[in-house]
Nanobody, 114 residues
Framework: QVQLVESGGGLVQAGGSLRLSCATSGIAFNIHTMGWYRQAPGKERELVASISRGGTTTYAYSVKGRFTISRDNAKNTVYLEMNSLKPEDTAVYYC????????WGQGTQVTVSS
């Protein structure tokens, strides 16, 4: 059974930091491209950052320079370090694993107050 379990969300003031984690099981983590997506109320889900199995990273323009995605293949876990948070970063953040199939976590709420 495939499981992606996010943690680390919460309420933070603007300018603060959070670190999201996504622990996975049931997949060959080291060969999957891992990503973080977010969905704000009334908006479509958007890609925030991704990291390939080789470590190549991509970021949405809005978070470049503030967020860092990383992966630990030994722990089957992907992380999203979020710094200089802004109110517009408020959303539910979802972990994604992609190879042939697409797997999603249940999401974790991030709320940034002004």
């Amino acid at each position: 059974q495939v499981q992606l379990v996010e943690s680390g969300g919460g309420l933070v003031q603007a300018g603060g930091s959070l670190r999201l984690s996504c622990a996975t099981s049931g997949i060959a983590f080291n060969i999957h491209t891992m990503g973080w997506y977010r969905q704000a109320p009334g908006k479509e889900r958007e890609l925030v950052a991704s990291i390939s199995r080789g470590g190549t990273t991509t970021y949405a323009y809005s978070v470049k320079g503030r967020f860092t995605i990383s992966r630990d293949n030994a722990k089957n876990t992907v992380y999203l370090e979020m710094n200089s948070l802004k109110p517009e970063d408020t959303a539910v953040y979802y972990c994604n694993a992609q190879l042939i199939s697409n797997y999603w976590g249940q999401g974790t709420q991030v709320t940034v107050s002004s």
